[in-house]
């Protein structure tokens, strides 16, 4: 009688630790995340009018990506401050991105990250030289 209830306790105890580490699921939708994403990417472009650099804005575009499978899109000028600003979902395989925009269907599209990690190309399409984003 003494060994079963050691054995039961031991099951218990077993039954206790695996469920710790199965139950607890982080809020990503399917955990494909590319870690070298996560953070605050950043594109600018100058554009000019009536001529000359001193006659413009800096318009800029930008993807937070957060570990949770989570993004933060924004776009905007230093003149005219953010325009657009969404919260979106995204997942990621070893080139592409799927971003999960609230209005619209999925869309994807293919990326590529420099070896020392500080720009982010993305292509938004096939013909597309790809648009530069710096890691801030």
Known sequence: MKQFKKFSTLL?????????????????????HDSRLIGTWVYEKFVSYGGGSSNGYTWFESYEFKSNGKCNYAKGSDRYGVEDEEDIKWTSTKNTITFYWEDDDPGTVRYSISDDEKTLTIYWSDNDEGRVYYKK
Do not use: N
């Open 12 to 32: 218990l105890l077993l039954a206790a630790v695996a469920m710790t580490f199965t139950s607890c699921k982080k809020d990503d939708e399917d955990g494909k």
